[in-house]
Nanobody, 122 residues
Framework: QVQLVESGGGLVQAGGSLRLSCAAS????????MNWYRQTPGKQRELVAS???????TYVDSVKGRFTISTDSAKNTVYLQMNSLKPEDTAVYYC????????????????WGQGTQVTVSS
């Protein structure tokens, strides 16, 4: 079994910064891409940033230049550094990882964190 635990959300004024963390624990052989999504009420979950096992990153246009995704592979942890925050960044942020649990099976399962609220006041 694998569990993802997020931390770091909160309330911040526009222009401020927050750092989200997501740590994976349990039966982990390897981790494929790590992702951060966000969701606001009534809207679909949006992919914000991704990082592959080789370190390649991608971002949605609205956060480019402001958000940075990074990992600590030794800790099975992914981070999202969010700078110059805007009210439109307000959402529940979810981490997501594709994790292979077995050294024998190549199967990769998709896991989600519990979500953390980020609120940016104007």
């Amino acid at each position: 079994q694998v569990q993802l635990v997020e931390s770091g959300g909160g309330l911040v004024q526009a222009g401020g910064s927050l750092r989200l963390s997501c740590a994976a624990s349990g039966r982990i052989f390897s981790i494929n891409a790590m992702n951060w999504y966000r969701q606001t009420p009534g809207k679909q979950r949006e992919l914000v940033a991704s990082i592959t096992s080789s370190g390649s990153t991608t971002y949605v246009d609205s956060v480019k230049g402001r958000f940075t995704i990074s990992t600590d592979s030794a800790k099975n942890t992914v981070y999202l550094q969010m700078n110059s925050l805007k009210p439109e960044d307000t959402a529940v942020y979810y981490c997501n990882m594709g994790i292979r649990s077995s050294i024998i099976s190549g199967a990769v399962s998709n896991y989600w964190g519990q979500g953390t609220q980020v609120t940016v006041s104007s």
